[in-house]
């Protein structure tokens, strides 16, 4: 009997490491030469679309990059955010927290998947949520940051429903902890956090986003003590009491289209514009990460691209789980 309670706890035990350590099955199905044998030219036709949009306007940047990121926070990373409301439907586009999301993000994707049509060896061959992934890596390198393998083989998805995006975006008034928490649930640690919130060095972003930090902190501090008391005056000169809310402002006041670690080096400065972001060198778990990135382009360019190869994991749709639209706007 004892060697039969051994033998079972010793089962128990593999199967619950077994558990634990199994790789998310879709993600591992993953590859970046996935589209060689069907669309060989996937990624040359998708970079040319980006470069044309680039050249149209720079907002492209930012606007690639904050879809893909709000894409994979909700649902996975499988376009859901791209597809338009129904009248039985409201997408996640037409939530609070994506109405901002600007309309070059969306039509990048859009005109590369026209693009990737238009070539018959590629019709409707390429999914939606590979297109952005692939749109997102290109955006990075053409404002200055690192080129990377993406992986690809991800499906669209099924489902897109504003409801689903209450509370799975970051807030911009969020501490070390919230980030740390929200990031977790996607098996992203905090040194992803940390890299991917870099993203910023390329934003804009709304007055209203911050305007508690430079008129109403605190009965005791209306400014809030860790921002910068020049970089305070700069943002109250850019964004008054009654500024019209359609005002956006550089998230980089230094190198704001350029995509580097200049980010890191404006929060040593206190000129993070968030809470979210200045949160980051004013908690001494994460300052450390800031340093380190602030005086090391080339330790940063590396941490982003392992985060944003995680990011791109995240809820991945397979087999049944999806497919491929014939229009990135709408489900087939």
């Keep these: 009997m004892g060697r039969l309670n051994l033998l079972m706890a010793v089962v128990l035990s593999i199967y619950s490491v077994g558990v634990l350590f199994m790789p998310n099955l879709a993600s591992a199905q993953l590859k970046t030469n996935y589209y060689a044998n069907t669309c060989p030219n996937v990624e040359s036709i998708v970079r040319n679309v ?106 669209d998805g099924f489902t897109s429903k504003a409801s689903n995006v209450e509370g799975k975006l970051p807030k911009p008034t969020f501490n070390l902890n919230q980030l740390n928490s929200m990031f977790a649930s996607h098996g992203l640690n905090q040194s992803d956090m940390i890299a991917l919130s870099a993203a910023h060095s390329v934003g804009f972003s709304h007055c209203s986003k911050f305007a508690n930090r430079i008129y109403n902190f605190s009965p005791k501090n209306p400014i809030d003590p860790t921002l910068n008391k020049q970089y305070a005056a700069q943002l109250q000169g850019m964004c008054p009491r009654n500024v019209d809310p359609r005002i956006a402002i550089n998230m980089d006041p230094k190198t704001p289209r350029t995509f580097d670690n200049a980010y890191f080096k404006n929060l040593q400065q206190g000129m993070g514009l968030f809470t979210s972001d200045q949160v980051l060198y004013t908690d001494g778990r994460s300052k450390g990460t800031v340093d380190i990135w602030a005086s090391n382009s080339k330790a940063f360019q590396n941490a982003f691209v392992a985060a944003m190869t995680k990011l791109g994991r995240v809820g991945v749709k397979t087999g049944r789980n999806g497919n491929i639209r014939f229009d990135c706007g709408r489900f087939n």
């Design 50 to 155: 980006v470069n044309q949009k680039f050249q149209q306007t720079f907002v492209t940047i930012p606007a690639v990059l904050r879809l893909f990121f709000h894409d994979c926070f909700v649902e996975g990373c499988d376009a859901s955010v791209i597809v338009s409301s129904t009248p039985g439907n409201t997408a996640e586009k037409d939530h609070p927290d994506n109405l901002s999301l600007a309309g070059d993000g969306f039509d990048t994707v859009i005109k590369a998947k026209a693009a990737i049509d238009s070539n018959s060896r590629c019709k409707n061959k390429v999914s939606c949520a590979d297109i952005l992934a692939l749109a997102t890596r290109d955006v990075i390198q053409l404002s200055g940051g690192p080129w990377y393998p993406v992986e690809l083989g991800r499906l």
